[in-house]
Antibody, heavy 115, light 107 residues
C-alpha cells in the first residue's frame, strides 16, 4: 500500500525557517517524481514544487522561488521542503504527492506563520 | 502559466441528481487534465486521470470527458457521500496548476 506521511509543520515566526519531511513507503520511491502542494485555510490547492526521480530536475511556483528548496534522499525514501523567509501567506497545510498525476497524497502537515 | 477556470464554484444538489462540473484551460493541454475529490479534513483523492481515464476503486458514476481546452467531470446519480470539493489539475506544463474548485453540497 502506498503511504506518504508528512511531518515538520508547526508555528513559525515571519522571516523564520521550517523543514518539512515526507516519508514514503509501499512503492519504489527512487523511481517516482514527487511534488509539494499546499492549501491555505479554507482555500483551494496550490502547487509548490516538483522534483524528478533522481533529484536532478526541480521546479518551483513563482510564489516560493528563491525561498523554498525541494530535495530528496532516495536511500531514506524521503522527500523534503526547506522553507526560508517565511511569510504569513505561506500559512497552509502542505501535502506531498506522487508524480505529475498527483496520484497519491499524504495527510498533510500544517505550517502556521505568525508572530 | 496555464489558468484553469472551473465552474460552478458551488452547487447544491439532491441525491440521484446528475452533476456536471466544467474546467476550461487558458491554452490547449491535450488530455493532461485530472480530477480530484476532497472531503472536509481529508487530502485530495484522484478521481479521473488524463481527462477520461477511470481510476481503480472509484465508483463508476464518476466520469470525465474533453480535450484541448474544455473538460467536464460528470457525477451520475449523486450520492450523499459525494459531498465534497472537486478540483481539476493540469500536468501539461510547469507551473502545475489547479482550478479554483467546485463545492458540491447535498440538499
Amino acid at each position: 500500500e502506498v503511504q506518504l506521511v508528512e511531518s515538520g509543520g508547526g508555528l513559525v515566526q515571519p522571516g523564520g525557517s521550517q523543514r518539512l519531511s515526507c516519508a514514503a513507503s509501499g512503492f519504489t520511491f527512487s523511481s517516482y517524481e514527487m511534488n509539494w502542494v499546499r492549501q491555505a485555510p479554507g482555500k483551494g490547492l496550490e502547487w509548490v514544487s516538483y522534483i524528478s526521480s533522481s533529484g536532478s530536475t526541480v521546479y518551483y511556483a513563482d510564489s516560493v522561488k528563491g525561498r523554498f528548496t525541494i530535495s530528496r534522499d532516495n536511500a531514506k525514501n524521503s522527500l523534503y521542503l526547506q522553507m526560508n523567509s517565511l511569510r504569513a501567506e505561506d500559512t497552509a497545510v502542505y501535502f506531498c504527492a506522487r508524480t505529475l498525476l498527483l496520484d497519491y497524497w499524504g495527510q498533510g502537515t500544517l505550517v502556521t506563520v505568525s508572530s | 502559466e496555464i489558468v484553469l477556470t472551473q465552474s460552478p464554484d458551488f452547487q447544491s444538489v439532491t441525491p440521484k441528481e446528475k452533476v456536471t462540473i466544467t474546467c476550461r484551460a487558458s491554452q490547449t493541454i491535450g488530455s493532461s487534465l485530472h480530477w480530484y475529490q476532497q472531503k472536509p479534513d481529508q487530502s485530495p483523492k484522484l478521481l479521473i486521470k488524463y481527462a477520461s481515464q477511470s481510476i481503480s476503486g472509484v465508483p463508476s458514476r464518476f466520469s470525465g470527458s474533453g480535450s484541448g481546452t474544455d473538460f467536464t467531470l460528470t457525477i451520475n446519480s449523486l450520492e450523499a457521500e459525494d459531498a465534497a470539493a472537486y478540483y481539476c489539475h493540469q500536468s501539461s506544463s510547469f507551473p502545475l496548476t489547479f482550478g479554483g474548485g467546485t463545492k458540491v453540497e447535498i440538499k
